[in-house]
């Protein structure tokens, strides 16, 4: 059985950011005005074969973000990726969006690309991951992990967190393939200041496509997700647990990032 063993991971240029965001940096400030941020992630990876070991340096992610607010009640978000790792057809932006904060924080609109509210791996920010990668099981079910939509956010004195969202499915860059749009929620609960549990589900309709092509005959693809995740944070002791159980009927969906 073949696996990598990742031996050295260095982070760089790396800013205090909020760790459960749409950002990859979190990017929510109170200042107005632009503001820069960014990180890289150099790797070095070991891979054990039947007939010869294979290793390699690369880098993981580099990422450049620019964000801010401007009157009235507005903020936004882009973040660049330059690692032709992340994205090697087309290293370019990963986050572009702007929102809508008047009624915050019991109510934020957001529009435009960004990571899809589903589980608590996928949204913690990829500099406030505890490794370099996230799961196998988050990239394969809980994508695809960016998309473009429409979403709604708040929260009720830390008590209750949510998102809505409607996007299309498609995943990053890509425009929708058909009239049906992915409905994605996620809701977290925080009874106590060291305790958080939260639910998610997806669901959506896509074009089937066979050999690269959309099959105007066929019956449109479809998707189904559920998430369960708690967290508990006391003092220096972290303990995170989330499930994911998923249904594809149709083509195979292929996600990750």
Same mark, same amino acid.
């Given at each position: 059985?073949?696996?990598?063993?990742?031996?050295?991971?260095?982070?760089?240029?790396?800013?205090?950011?909020?760790?459960?965001?749409?950002?990859?940096?979190?990017?929510?400030?109170?200042?107005?005005?632009?503001?820069? #941020? &960014?990180?890289?992630?150099?790797?070095?990876?070991? !891979?054990? =074969?039947?007939?010869? $070991?294979?290793?390699?340096?690369? *880098?993981?992610?580099?990422?450049?973000?620019?964000?801010?607010?401007?009157?009235?009640?507005?903020?936004?978000?882009?973040?660049?990726?330059?690692?032709?790792?992340?994205?090697?057809?087309?290293?370019?932006?990963?986050?572009?969006?702007?929102?809508?904060?008047?009624?915050?924080?019991?109510?934020?609109?957001?529009?435009?690309?960004?990571?899809?509210?589903?589980?608590?791996?996928?949204?913690?920010?990829?500099?406030?991951?505890?490794?370099?990668?996230?799961?196998?099981?988050?990239?394969?079910? #809980? &994508?695809?992990?960016?998309?473009?939509?429409?979403? !709604?956010? =708040?929260?009720?004195? $830390?008590?209750?967190?949510?998102? *809505?969202?409607?996007?299309?499915?498609?995943?990053?860059?890509?425009?929708?393939?058909?009239?049906?749009?992915?409905?994605?929620?996620?809701?977290?609960?925080?009874?106590?200041?060291?305790?958080?549990?939260?639910?998610?589900?997806?669901?959506?309709?896509?074009?089937?496509?066979?050999?690269?092509?959309?099959?105007?005959?066929?019956?449109?693809?479809?998707?189904?997700?559920?998430?369960?995740?708690?967290?508990?944070?006391?003092?220096?002791?972290?303990?995170?647990?989330?499930?994911?159980?998923?249904?594809?009927?149709?083509?195979?969906?292929?996600?990750?990032?």
């Amino acid at each position: 059985m073949k696996f990598t063993l990742a031996l050295m991971t260095i982070c760089c240029l790396v800013i205090p950011a909020q760790l459960h965001a749409q950002g990859c940096l979190g990017g929510d400030s109170d200042e107005e005005g632009m503001q820069i #941020a &960014g990180f890289f992630q150099p790797e070095f990876g070991y !891979l054990f =074969g039947e007939d010869e $070991d294979e290793y390699s340096f690369s *880098l993981r992610r580099a990422r450049v973000a620019f964000f801010g607010n401007i009157p009235y009640d507005i903020s936004y978000y882009m973040c660049v990726e330059f690692s032709q790792f992340i994205l090697p057809e087309n290293t370019g932006i990963l986050d572009a969006f702007i929102s809508y904060n008047r009624f915050g924080p019991y109510a934020k609109l957001t529009l435009g690309q960004y990571k899809a509210p589903f589980g608590l791996e996928q949204n913690t920010s990829c500099s406030g991951l505890h490794t370099i990668r996230r799961s196998m099981v988050v990239n394969n079910l #809980a &994508g695809p992990q960016r998309d473009i939509g429409l979403m !709604l956010t =708040g929260s009720y004195n $830390d008590l209750v967190t949510y998102n *809505l969202a409607l996007m299309n499915g498609t995943g990053i860059a890509q425009n929708d393939n058909n009239n049906a749009k992915d409905f994605i929620g996620r809701v977290v609960v925080s009874p106590t200041e060291c305790v958080s549990v939260g639910a998610s589900y997806r669901t959506g309709k896509h074009a089937h496509i066979e050999n690269g092509v959309i099959d105007p005959v066929a019956d449109e693809d479809e998707r189904e997700r559920f998430g369960g995740e708690i967290e508990v944070a006391y003092g220096d002791l972290l303990v995170q647990g989330e499930y994911i159980q998923g249904e594809d009927i149709g083509s195979i969906f292929i996600s990750g990032g």
